[in-house]
């Protein structure tokens, strides 16, 4: 170890693991459909998509992403609800991981939701 | 990359309870499930709740499964891990409210914690430098080598407050500008991690679950009083913590944290490992000191203390393990922010090991002032099976008892000292009324006869006597007079010790005596054990009307002593038992046997 350059390197590689590892109740949430439908209809692609995608843009700290079990509207899987604190909750549905870079970049960034992707857009 | 961390605590409770093996099949689970490339498996180290152990806790949800077994592992693999349905029966229940699922910082005893020595333990793997360097680990060290001046480090350590955690409770950083004053071409830094008090667990949980706080510590007070070796004296009966210990220095130098020219400045720092063989005095610095030398370890004469002369008679500071543990974030986060914490004389937060009669056993951290009613009460849920407090000792074999007029005192250095008992390392053994307080200063008396190292008078036959005379009151051979004379005998010891295993030796009994002389006078006039602990003033015996005469007692009998009567008690078919108190050895497993409660002791 020459510089602290080179130990700030090592602290940014290492602390998407660790964000993972805290209770950050301000956190924004994805909530992926995992019960069987989901799983069945290609959930874990899409939450995968969702974990690199956010890991890959640095926002950890900020976004968690989990799983939750059926929601109800089996026909529409895969599930991923977004829940920003202090703001209604949005509903996607038909999700696939091509759809996840969209869902993170305008929603979760920029605060604009994604409306053709939501259970609203899908059903008319 | 992973979505999900499952952490499991592989600190020496939750090993021996099996944690290793639910590591093992939580990756052959996961393995199967494919999911092994989603979820990641780290062993940490302690989470403190050791009573539940095996721990596992689940992020991003933070799940707390508590006492896991091996046989759970498919189904929260297969329900949590998979299908994201956390499976709420194996959860601590104190975790589980009606439809949600409370976070665990809000659970009592996690709620009053504040952890800064403790703060990587549970969350880290103790075995990956990375880990702890996402913690900002070693930014402090990069902060003193290139931002400040060695002047600047004592400064700030001392402004901060802190004091020696393993006990003495002396300031750390005027320990430190000591040796920096004494100018020498060698001098060393050497961290005591020989925790010997029984009960007390926390410089164990600190090595096995942040190793890399205590090396990055050390090498600061290397910078500050300018050595460039360090030492770490630990107990060799701690073999995960001397194994990650190595795991930590080898990774440190891989990394040039440790080693020649550190961060390019030009600093050099190393670490060796030196392992304790078990006896208590090697706690002591100076023993600790003569041991690391590679001689028998026994105290020497103070002063010249290890400031001026230490290891090899040169300069020398010696830490406990959880004073260094702070270092790094004093640090980090300044000298005001550590003061914030703690009461007028006493700075910061203070590990205590939780053990004795209370529901949870295990590992607490905090802020100095806090009382022992809430420590006792409300962190630690209380005394089991609706017994009543007695006391509860601090300090192990050098501290005292607290009795329950003392429960709101605000626990730091100098409250406990006033209360006739000390801080020690934090080893807090909680008692209740099925203990004789006599008996538990026999207990620590025991323990320090046999640790005395027998150098000098007062320690190697001064504890002696004060056993003999404990026993002789246990087993109802006690007189008054013996009262006195074993307290003058405890100040005789404590002035004239060589060193501070001798000179507290006698606390357990002073403070016994001071607080529960009346237990003390029971025994040497009633020749009553009120507790009904020493064997020798104990009587079994049966309730005539309430045995039955199943003679399952007689059965269970070791030594022949309970033989059938000719008595009936009316409304019973058969003859009652008696005991014979001539051949009854008092080992109480009538008692246990008895199903109708007619046996009783006292």
Redesign the interface.
């Known amino acids: 170890?020459?510089?602290?350059a080179e130990?700030k390197a090592?602290?940014d590689?290492?602390?998407?693991?660790?964000d993972?590892?805290?209770?950050n109740?301000n956190a924004a949430r994805v909530l992926?459909?995992?019960?069987?439908c989901g799983?069945a209809a290609g959930a874990?692609p899409v939450?995968?998509a969702?974990?690199?995608e956010i890991?890959k843009r640095g926002l950890t700290d900020s976004i968690?992403?989990?799983?939750?079990?059926c929601i109800g509207i089996c026909q529409y899987e895969p599930v991923v609800e977004v829940e920003i604190p202090g703001e209604e909750k949005v509903t996607y549905v038909k999700m696939t991981p091509e759809k996840v870079a969209r869902v993170v970049n305008d929603h979760l960034v920029n605060k604009n939701v994604v409306t053709e992707y939501t259970i609203g857009g899908y059903t008319k | 990359m992973y979505r999900s961390n499952v952490l499991v605590c592989g600190g020496t409770g939750c090993t021996s309870s099996n944690s290793l093996k639910i590591v093992d099949k939580l990756k052959e689970e996961l393995k199967a499930k494919g999911l092994d490339k989603e979820v990641n498996v780290i062993t940490t180290g302690c989470f403190g709740l050791c009573a539940l152990g095996p721990i596992m806790v689940v992020y991003p949800e933070g799940s707390f499964y508590s006492m896991v077994k091996v046989e759970d592992i498919p189904e929260i693999v297969e329900e949590h891990l998979l299908k994201g349905r956390i499976v709420t029966r194996l959860l601590y229940q104190e975790t589980v409210e009606e439809d949600t699922i409370k976070s665990l910082n809000k659970t009592a005893f996690y709620a009053k914690q504040k952890r800064v020595a403790l703060r990587n333990c549970g969350v880290i793997d103790p075995e990956k430098i990375d880990d702890y360097i996402a913690q900002d680990g070693y930014a402090a060290l990069g902060k003193v080598l290139t931002e400040m001046t060695p002047e600047e480090v004592i400064q700030t350590i001392l402004d901060s407050g802190l004091r020696g955690r393993g006990g003495a409770g002396f300031p750390t950083g005027l320990k430190w500008k000591f040796a920096a004053a004494n100018d020498a071409d060698q001098k060393y830094v050497c961290c005591n991690a020989d925790e010997g008090d029984p009960g007390a667990f926390m410089d164990r949980s600190v090595l096995e679950g942040d190793p890399h706080a205590v090396l990055e510590a050390m090498a600061i007070a290397g910078y500050a009083i300018g050595a460039s070796q360090g030492y770490i004296y630990v107990r060799a009966e701690y073999p995960i913590a001397v194994k990650r210990l190595q795991i930590a220095i080898d990774q440190a130098h891989e990394y040039g944290l440790l080693g020649e020219d550190i961060f390019g400045t030009g600093f050099n720092f190393d670490i060796k490992l030196r392992l304790g063989a078990g006896a208590f005095v090697c706690g002591e610095e100076t023993s600790l000191m003569t041991s690391i030398e590679g001689k028998r370890g026994e105290p020497r004469p103070r002063p010249p203390f290890p400031a001026v002369k230490g290891l090899y008679r040169k300069p020398t500071i010696l830490n406990n393990v959880e004073t260094y543990a702070n270092i790094a974030q004093i640090i980090l986060k300044g000298a005001d922010w550590f003061a914030s914490m703690g009461t007028e004389k006493s700075k910061g937060t203070k590990v205590f090991a939780l053990g004795g009669k209370i529901n949870h056993t295990g590992l607490v951290e905090i802020p100095m002032g806090t009382t022992l009613r809430e420590i006792v009460f409300e962190i630690g849920g209380g005394i089991p099976n609706g017994k009543k407090f007695k006391a509860a000792q601090t300090g192990g074999p050098s501290g005292g008892c607290i009795p329950e007029e003392h429960l709101d005192v605000p626990i730091d250095y100098d409250n406990l000292l006033a209360i006739g008992s000390m801080m020690g390392s934090g080893g807090l053994i909680v008692m209740d009324e099925d203990n004789c307080m006599v008996d538990v200063a026999k207990f620590f008396l025991e323990f320090t006869v046999d640790e005395s190292c027998g150098k000098c008078t007062p320690c190697r036959i001064g504890t002696k006597r004060l056993l003999e005379m404990l026993e002789k009151i246990t087993n109802g051979q006690g007189t008054m007079e013996m009262i006195d004379e074993m307290e003058e005998l405890c100040y005789y010891i404590k002035a004239n010790s060589l060193c501070g295993l001798g000179q507290t030796a006698p606390n357990p009994v002073l403070s016994t005596l001071r607080y529960f002389k009346d237990e003390y006078i029971s025994h040497i006039v009633d020749k009553k054990c009120p507790a009904a602990v020493c064997k020798n003033l104990l009587e079994f015996s049966i309730d005539k009307d309430k045995c039955i005469g199943c003679g399952m007692c007689a059965r269970k009998c070791p030594a022949s002593a309970i033989a059938v009567t000719d008595y009936t008690a009316p409304g019973k078919k058969k003859p009652a038992y008696a005991i014979d108190t001539e051949k009854c050895v008092k080992c109480g497993a009538c008692m246990d046997t008895c199903k109708f409660k007619a046996i009783s002791k006292g």
Do not use: D, H, W, Y
């Open positions: 170890m020459k510089s602290l130990l090592i602290r590689r290492a602390k998407a693991s660790l993972l590892r805290k209770e109740p992926v459909g995992m019960a069987t799983i874990r939450l995968n969702f974990t690199e890991q968690t992403v989990t799983q939750t079990g």
